[in-house]
């Protein structure tokens, strides 16, 4: 049945976050491999933790850093922490209230790695061919829209994000000549209103320029923890006069719905503020008129069964709401969101177990 699915293609994965995209093993291996990649090897303190990488010149390394390579030539289980650090494997608690720190932590010892531009492309294009691979025709990359990739000569790079999309773009084109991609922008919800604002106007100023590589913009990071959408609803109505003042669109796809209370209703205002898509959204049964709403509105939820798993909010997929939401005529999409720090990549797993939880045909 799976070696079925894998052969099955599967149109678009629309909710997926580049940090998090990819193999992890070859993540690994391409640190290993590069003479000016360090790592932070040392306890944690303000500025690091256990497991950072960062390319540097030989001359500038902070203490607490090691070269990747030869800390992998000297240490043997070197490779197997490093791997435990990248991803979360059976010693995770899934009932730690910190499973979210540690996920952001994951995160911070990837960036100084994907981030840099002589791996970002190759990175995303790696990343891109092992979903080519699974059958997948379309990706949409959630990830900042600006530059924030570096190098060691130049430091942080101006202009050098859409011309390493393009170059992405033509080697996956190589592996699939029809294979298309775009990008939602992403900022963090625990942000204050001004900081969103100014995101906002510069992802805008982006989305006038390349209208054809950034569709639309996304607030993320734990629900839970983090500022309600409805903190942000000002912020994002001064994006509607914005528009109506430019004459171009910038849609919302925002992460709501991600959190087991039913206090929680952000999955409200994000369908209000006019979403085109919900990312996650599996509270939404907990508000049957809101549930009509999205159908009415024809507003896709993006789910991610594996990662809701994972994550510890729904552990029986078998009781996931989503096979409710087609039975009611919602129409959904499945993703991966982070698989990576999942240690899995392309979309078989998580079809191939919605098919079995969901009793699909």
Not at 121 to 145: S, W, Y
Not at 283 to 298: C, T, Y
């Amino acid at each position: 049945l799976y070696r079925l699915i894998q052969k099955m293609p599967k149109g678009g994965i629309l909710h997926l976050h580049t940090g998090a995209m990819g193999d992890v093993d070859w993540v690994i291996n391409k640190a290993i491999s590069l003479p000016e990649m360090y790592i932070y090897w040392a306890n944690e303190n303000r500025n690091y933790i256990k497991g950072q990488l960062f390319a540097f010149k030989e001359k500038a390394v902070p203490d607490g850093f090691v070269q990747v390579k030869k800390i992998h030539e000297t240490n043997p289980n070197f490779y197997s922490e490093l791997r435990s650090l990248l991803t979360f494997d059976e010693e995770m608690d899934r009932d730690s209230v910190d499973i979210w720190k540690e996920f952001q932590s994951i995160f911070q010892r990837l960036g100084g790695l994907t981030h840099y531009r002589p791996v970002f492309i190759d990175f995303v294009t790696h990343g891109l061919q092992l979903l080519a691979a699974d059958n997948i025709q379309h990706a949409e990359l959630r990830m900042p829209f600006y530059d924030y990739l570096y190098d060691l000569e130049t430091g942080k790079l101006k202009g050098a994000f859409i011309e390493s999309l393009e170059q992405i773009l033509q080697n996956i084109r190589k592996t699939d000549p029809e294979f298309t991609i775009k990008v939602i922008h992403v900022d963090l919800r625990f942000k204050d209103e001004a900081t969103i604002w100014k995101d906002i106007q510069q992802a805008y100023a982006y989305r006038k320029k390349y209208p054809d590589w950034l569709k639309g913009y996304d607030l993320v990071a734990e629900e839970d923890n983090g500022h309600a959408t409805l903190f942000h609803a000002k912020t994002f109505l001064r994006l509607d006069s914005m528009e109506l003042a430019e004459g171009v669109s910038f849609p919302l796809y925002l992460h709501d719905g991600e959190s087991n209370w039913a206090s929680v209703d952000n999955l409200y205002d994000a369908v209000l503020l006019g979403t085109k898509r919900i990312g996650h959204g599996f509270n939404l049964f907990r508000f049957p008129g809101l549930l009509d709403m999205v159908r009415e509105k024809n507003i896709a939820m993006e789910i991610n069964p594996l990662s809701n798993q994972v994550l510890g909010y729904i552990r029986d997929l078998r009781l996931h709401p989503a096979s409710t939401y087609l039975r009611r005529g919602i129409n959904c999409t499945i993703s991966s969101d982070d698989p990576l720090i999942f240690d899995y990549h392309g979309l078989s797993y998580d079809y191939w177990s919605v098919f079995l939880a969901w009793e699909l045909d």
